[in-house]
Structures are given as C-alpha cells and as structure tokens.
C-alpha cells in the first residue's frame, strides 16, 4: 500500500529563492537544495542554497535598515505587522498545505500553526506599542531620573524544521515591532514555509532590508552572526548540544542569546483524573507532529491505583490512529521529517526492548506504505532509567510509561533531568496541582492543559532547556535594551 493524497495539488510558495534587501535573489554561488516530501520521498522542488557571501549580504542589509525602521514609531511599525497577519490568514490554506509536504504533519495541525503564525504577529504588534519606559523618584533635587527601551540591534535567528513558521514568528514578530533588523535562517528541510512567510511581510509593505531570508549553509551563516559586531542578538530554536556551542561562541562579542532548547517533559497523572479522558488527551500530546515537538511529553508516570486501565486505553487509541499522508482527510499521524528520525527512533526502541521494555504497540517502521518515513505510534511498558529512552531527548512516536506511588517521588523522578522546558499534571485536586506547578523543574507547566503554549503567555526552559523566554512580554522585553537617563537642572 502507498500513501497516495486525495487533496487538489499542492500550491507552495512562487519564490524560491533568498530575501534580501527587499528583492528575491539566486545565491551567489548558484547553489541549489532539493525539498523532499517525507510521506513519499519525492522532490517538491529545488530553492537556492547560499554561502558566507550570501550571509554577509543579508547582514549589511539588516544593518543598514537598523537606524531608519528603529526611527519609525511602534504604530507604524505595528500597521505592517498586523497587515502580516491578515495576509497570512489569506493564505493560510496554500501555506498549510505548503508545511504538510515538506514537513509531514496533517494538514489541520499545519494550519493551526499557520494561524498561531497569525496570532504571534497581530499580539506583538499590539504590545510593542506598550513598551513603556519609566520616572524613577529623584534624590536629589536637582536630578531628574528615567529609564527608556532602545532596540538591541540587528537581529539573528535560526529556527528548526518542527514548526518552521510559528517557532520563526516568535522571533521575528517581537523584534520587528520593537524596532530591530533581522537576518533569518529556516531548516535545510522546510524552506517553502518560511520563504512563504516572507512573502507575507513582503506583501504587507514591510520596507527593504528590514528582514531577510539566508537559505543556506548553518556553520557560515552563524560565522556571519557572530563575526559581524552590529549584530547584537541572536535567537536560537534547536538541540542542546548546539544552543551550547553557540552560547560559547557568544562571548567574544557578549552578544545576547535567546535559546530555547532541548526538553524531556514528564506527563504525571493522579488518581482522581478522568482515566479515558487523560489517556485521549495524553496518546494526542505525544503523537502531535509524531512527537517531534520540543514541549511533546515524552515521559509518562501514571498513578499506581490507574496505571493498569491508562495503558489498556492509552494503548487502544495510539493502535488505531489514521497513519498516512499528510494531505489525506482524517490522517491524524503523518510521515517523520527524514529518514535519519526514524533510524533514531529505532534505535530508541531498540535500547528499550534490550533492556527489558515491553513494546505494547507500534515498535517498528510501518509496513504500510511503500515510500515516506512512516514509523508505527509506540507504547512502552516495563520502562526504567538505564534506558536511552528516559535519558535522552526522544524526538519520536515513542511513549514510555511508568507508575508512581506518591507526590514527592513523582517530583523528584520528573526532575531527574538535565532538562526543564515543559510538564504535564492532571488532577483535579487544587492541592496537588499547586504542589506540582510549585515543585517541578520546568518553565512551562500545563495543569490539565496538554498545549499550553499562546502568544501572549512566556514560552521557555530552564536547566538545560535554554535561556529566557519567548511570546508574553518577557518575548517583547527580550528584544530591547534598558536605558538609564539621568538629568542634571539648572538653578
């Protein structure tokens, strides 16, 4: 059997190519890189690829636009966000479809993430004009004191290939409206949505230069980063390993970073929730985007009164799951992004099993389809901490259970990570659930809520998990400097 699409053709994004300063351009170099369809392997199309010259050109755009749109007023400013944001639910069918076959998610969870897109521009724009400075009270009566916000500068950000236009619109919108350039890099994997956002800015009438698009190669586009001193900040989404080797490489200029990086959520349930109910709402949290979901739970602790009828339910709905394409009605699981995901949720499994997990579902490639990266929805049973599984951050439909007997030891077990981005609680007592929020580890707490994440609440870890926050005002304030003015009077 093949995964065939029932939609009409895709549209995708008529550019292809970089945005930089105002104008669609080849690389330099003439360099190209094939988009391939996960749920089929196929090639979508060809964008340009560029190098350090490409990198450096969209730099000096940025730089050179910096002084003119920080002049402009947060109104001004916001009038094309916001413009943006109209245009982007225009087309919010073509871009969903357009993210669905270069990255595999269905096609409604594609367009949440285009209409979340939407939402990240529209509150910023909104909020920006809020950026209020402050009158410190004088001691002295002949000084007068006051605190302004001056934009941090030109902006760098790199973004994954998970949610290539919302994780990008929560950098790009905040800096934009506070008055910052920007220089941008989508994911080898999933250019086409980042490129059709810029399409969106273009259209709304954002000025030349002010935000560009590098395709191209990572290393050069963070040495044209780091190299260039009028770049003052720059905003990462990815792996730990990576957001660390950037933070090192930050300190020769003590240029800003925001990181928002790796994470390992446990999902705990308590004996008064609604078993069948948690367990829908816990087997959608994990194989959302077939787990590959920064904030996804990826460990889960059940209650020992319930753990036995979560994992007969839990395991009866991941069974039956519609696994296809993406673009087909009813697909609730599509294909990973590459073939190298799939071998690390081999692996994953793999480790599991040899250490005495039991595969209660899934635990192989699908056997369905002929072409795409198809790997079955896993249940694990028997799980403990000398598998990989626990220990590592598993970006895969794989979901471990475990049980627990009390509050403390649960807290304690989900702590036991170098990670901290997000956890899941669901109870219905106030009690626990206050305990819980208080006492565990990690900068995104859903209590009952297995998709927290809003644009105008703080989105970021902690521990190893990354530095600052994303969306909320802390999103906005992340972007901008603090000024201390103090003035003498005469007389």
Same mark, same amino acid.
């Given at each position: 059997?093949?995964?065939?699409?029932?939609?009409?053709?895709?549209?995708?994004?008529?550019?292809?190519?970089?945005?930089?300063?105002?104008?669609?351009?080849?690389?330099?170099?003439?360099?190209?890189?094939?988009?391939?369809?996960?749920?089929?392997?196929?090639?979508?199309?060809?964008? @340009?690829?560029?190098?350090?010259?490409?990198? +450096?050109?969209?730099?000096? &755009?940025?730089?050179?636009?910096?002084?003119?749109?920080?002049? !402009?007023?947060?109104?001004?400013?916001?009038?094309?966000?916001?413009?943006?944001?109209?245009?982007?639910?225009?087309?919010? +069918?073509?871009?969903?479809?357009?993210?669905?076959? *270069?990255?595999?998610?269905?096609?409604?969870?594609?367009?949440?993430?285009?209409?979340?897109?939407?939402?990240?521009?529209?509150?910023?724009?909104?909020?920006?004009?809020?950026?209020?400075?402050?009158?410190?009270?004088?001691?002295?009566?002949?000084?007068?004191?006051?605190?302004?916000?001056?934009?941090?500068?030109?902006?760098?950000?790199?973004? $994954?290939?998970?949610?290539?236009?919302?994780?990008?619109?929560?950098?790009?919108?905040? /800096?934009?409206?506070?008055?910052?350039?920007?220089?941008?890099?989508?994911?080898?994997?999933?250019?086409?949505?980042?490129?059709?956002?810029?399409?969106?800015?273009?259209?709304?009438?954002?000025?030349?230069?002010?935000?560009?698009?590098?395709?191209?190669?990572?290393?050069?586009?963070? +040495? /044209?980063?780091?190299? *260039?001193?009028?770049?003052?900040?720059?905003?990462?989404?990815?792996?730990?390993?990576?957001?660390?080797?950037?933070?090192?490489?930050?300190?020769?200029?003590?240029?800003?970073?925001?990181?928002?990086?790796?994470?390992?959520?446990?999902?705990?349930?308590?004996?008064?929730?609604?078993?069948?109910?948690?367990?829908?709402?816990?087997?959608?949290?994990?194989?959302?985007?077939?787990?590959?979901?920064?904030?996804?739970?990826?460990?889960?602790?059940?209650? *020992?009164?319930?753990?036995?009828?979560?994992?007969?339910?839990?395991?009866?709905? @991941?069974?039956?799951?519609?696994?296809?394409?993406?673009?087909?009605?009813?697909?609730?699981?599509?294909?990973?992004?590459?073939?190298? /995901?799939?071998?690390?949720?081999?692996?994953?499994?793999?480790?599991?099993?040899?250490?005495? /997990?039991?595969?209660?579902?899934?635990?192989?490639?699908?056997?369905?389809?002929?072409?795409?990266? #198809? #790997?079955?929805?896993?249940?694990?049973?028997?799980?403990?901490?000398?598998?990989?599984?626990?220990?590592? &951050?598993?970006?895969?439909?794989?979901? $471990?259970?475990?049980?627990?007997?009390?509050?403390?030891?649960?807290?304690?077990?989900?702590?036991?990570?170098?990670?901290?981005?997000?956890?899941?609680?669901?109870?219905?007592?106030?009690?626990?659930?206050?305990?819980?929020?208080?006492?565990?580890?990690?900068?995104?707490?859903?209590?009952?809520?297995?998709? $927290?994440?809003?644009?105008?609440?703080?989105?970021?870890?902690?521990?190893?998990?990354? !530095?600052?926050?994303? !969306?909320?005002?802390?999103?906005? &304030?992340? #972007?901008?400097?603090?000024?201390?003015?103090?003035?003498?009077?005469?007389?």
């Amino acid at each position: 059997m093949s995964a065939t699409a029932t939609e009409p053709a895709l549209e995708f994004p008529k550019q292809r190519r970089l945005f930089i300063g105002g104008q669609w351009v080849e690389a330099i170099g003439g360099g190209h890189l094939d988009v391939i369809n996960p749920a089929d392997e196929s090639v979508i199309t060809a964008v @340009a690829h560029g190098r350090r010259a490409d990198a +450096d050109r969209a730099v000096a &755009e940025a730089v050179k636009t910096f002084p003119t749109w920080k002049s !402009l007023t947060a109104y001004d400013r916001a009038k094309i966000l916001k413009k943006t944001a109209e245009i982007i639910r225009e087309r919010a +069918d073509a871009l969903a479809r357009t993210m669905t076959m *270069e990255q595999g998610k269905p096609v409604p969870e594609a367009r949440a993430e285009v209409m979340q897109t939407a939402d990240t521009f529209e509150w910023f724009a909104e909020e920006a004009k809020r950026s209020y400075g402050r009158i410190i009270p004088n001691s002295v009566m002949n000084k007068r004191h006051m605190a302004i916000s001056h934009p941090v500068g030109v902006v760098g950000t790199i973004t $994954p290939w998970n949610f290539p236009m919302a994780l990008a619109s929560r950098k790009i919108a905040p /800096a934009l409206a506070v008055g910052c350039t920007v220089v941008s890099r989508p994911a080898d994997q999933t250019p086409l949505s980042l490129i059709g956002l810029f399409e969106c800015l273009e259209a709304a009438g954002l000025p030349a230069g002010v935000a560009n698009l590098y395709i191209g190669s990572s290393r050069e586009f963070a +040495d /044209a980063l780091f190299e *260039e001193h009028a770049v003052r900040k720059i905003s990462f989404t990815g792996s730990t390993e990576v957001g660390k080797e950037l933070i090192r490489r930050s300190a020769d200029h003590v240029k800003r970073m925001s990181m928002e990086l790796g994470g390992h959520a446990p999902l705990i349930v308590f004996p008064d929730a609604d078993v069948a109910q948690v367990a829908q709402a816990a087997v959608i949290g994990k194989f959302r985007n077939n787990g590959q979901v920064c904030i996804s739970p990826s460990r889960f602790f059940i209650h *020992e009164k319930i753990a036995k009828e979560f994992t007969e339910i839990a395991v009866e709905i @991941a069974r039956n799951l519609k696994m296809g394409n993406g673009l087909d009605a009813g697909t609730q699981v599509g294909p990973m992004f590459e073939a190298k /995901a799939i071998a690390k949720a081999q692996e994953l499994v793999d480790d599991a099993r040899a250490h005495g /997990a039991s595969i209660l579902t899934g635990g192989c490639r699908s056997s369905k389809f002929d072409k795409g990266f #198809y #790997y079955e929805p896993t249940v694990l049973g028997n799980v403990d901490k000398s598998m990989r599984i626990l220990n590592e &951050e598993p970006f895969a439909p794989v979901m $471990p259970l475990l049980s627990f007997g009390s509050l403390e030891e649960v807290i304690a077990a989900a702590n036991n990570t170098p990670y901290g981005l997000a956890a899941y609680v669901f109870t219905n007592d106030l009690t626990t659930a206050t305990r819980m929020a208080e006492g565990l580890e990690a900068g995104i707490i859903g209590i009952n809520d297995p998709v $927290p994440a809003t644009p105008q609440c703080p989105f970021g870890g902690m521990k190893e998990s990354g !530095l600052g926050r994303e !969306l909320g005002v802390e999103g906005l &304030e992340s #972007y901008l400097e603090t000024k201390y003015v103090s003035i003498g009077l005469r007389g």
